[in-house]
């Protein structure tokens, strides 16, 4: 069976339902656009969780949660606009990696955060790996 009729047959003959097959870069990048932006939001509706996993020795906690919450509202919805996508991928992988050492902080000081299994805390540092990974894979398709 040729492609057109494989599409045809598949898609019951609606070549527009062809059209609108979604890829899975597309999926991820929506996928990790939605998580930044209830993540983003959650910075400035919970800030006082959020400063306590600043680490003491960086200045001006709650500032630095506003603005890290800032731009991941910022990354995620420039990931969805294509002239934007790769400058925010690059700029969602810096702030990712500007707030590892507030995850390391986190996991480092488990007992003043009950709500939180210590092995939850320590599982999320590689998971930072792989959201970048995503956040690079998801950035670099221009469509």
Do not use: K, Y
């Amino acid at each position: 069976m040729t492609v057109a009729r494989q599409d045809r047959w598949l898609n019951g003959g609606d070549r527009s339902a062809a059209r609108l097959r979604i890829s899975p870069r597309a999926i991820g990048r929506i996928a990790l656009a939605a998580l930044f932006i209830v993540s983003g939001t959650s910075h400035f509706v919970r800030s006082d969780f959020f400063t306590a996993i600043v680490p003491p020795w960086l200045p001006s906690a709650l500032t630095l949660v506003w603005i890290s919450g800032f731009f991941e509202i910022a990354g995620a919805i420039g990931l969805l606009i294509p002239a934007t996508r790769r400058a925010a991928g690059i700029g969602l992988i810096a702030l990712m990696v500007a707030v590892f050492p507030a995850n390391v902080h986190m996991a480092l000081h488990a007992d003043a955060f009950p709500n939180f299994a210590p092995w939850l805390l320590w599982a999320r540092l590689p998971l930072q790996a792989v959201l970048i990974a995503v956040a690079w894979w998801c950035s670099r398709d221009p469509q």
